[in-house]
């Protein structure tokens, strides 16, 4: 069936490095959402892509749309403590609209 | 303050007991949604909602039951045939799908199983 892969499970940072998590899925995605999970939190939405090669910007945060509309990232530039977490991608499943499937994830600590 | 309320948030059940997780949304969104976060394994859809009265399996539904009588009430039915209920379940709710596809989902605190 159709999944989203999420990779690397876990990045182990030094406060000022960047970041990135990768999405990819087996077929086409009519959009992509990315949220944040802190420890002990719940997900919390961070944006949605719908567009075939967009990317779009939150403060240190970029993300990315691929143009086949199958991958996505979450890149982090200079990464702070405040930025430790999971984030999850995640993806309607084609033919089942309202389905929203997620990503196992990749979780993020810094070290200071 | 409008929110999506799960409650309880710690809760312990005998084996071969039902529960009932309850979850309340005043945000009036038409779409709700169950999933199950273990270790490791992402969020995995449980059952969702479009509307009043209709309600779809996810990936894991075996289980599990749920109603949607009301449009701010999503209340998820553990049931005694789910083989390993113990995990951390969010409820989610969301407006209703926009130019075809699921939008913003907001997640209330979760509600922690614990059966022994």
């Known amino acids: 069936g159709q999944q989203v892969m999420q990779i690397p499970q876990y990045q182990h940072v030094q406060e000022g490095e960047d970041f990135t998590t990768y999405c990819n899925s087996s077929t086409t995605l009519s959009n992509i959402q990315w949220y944040k999970q802190r420890p002990g939190g719940h997900p919390v939405f961070l944006i949605q892509l719908v567009k075939s090669g967009e990317v779009k910007k939150q403060k240190r945060l970029t993300f990315q749309f691929g143009e086949a509309k199958k991958n996505s990232s979450l890149h982090i530039t200079a990464t702070q403590t405040t930025d430790v977490g999971t984030y999850f991608c995640a993806g309607d499943k084609r033919g089942s609209q309202g389905n929203l499937i997620f990503g196992k994830g990749t979780k993020l600590s810094v070290k200071p | ?116």
Not at chain 2, 52 to 64: H, L, S
């Open chain 2, 1 to 116: 303050d409008g929110g999506i309320t799960q409650s309880p948030k710690y809760l312990f059940r005998k084996e071969g007991q039902n529960v009932t997780l309850s979850c309340e949304q005043n945000l009036n969104h038409d779409a709700m949604y169950w999933y199950r976060q273990d270790p490791g394994q992402g969020l995995r859809l449980i059952y969702y909602s479009q509307i009043v009265n209709d309600f779809q399996k996810g990936d894991i539904a075996e289980g599990y039951s749920v109603s949607r009588e009301k449009k701010e009430s999503f209340p998820l039915t553990v049931t005694s045939a789910q083989k390993n209920p113990t995990a951390f379940y969010l409820c989610a709710s969301s407006k209703a799908l926009s130019e075809g596809w699921s939008t913003e989902a907001f997640f209330g605190q979760g509600t922690r199983l614990t059966v022994v």
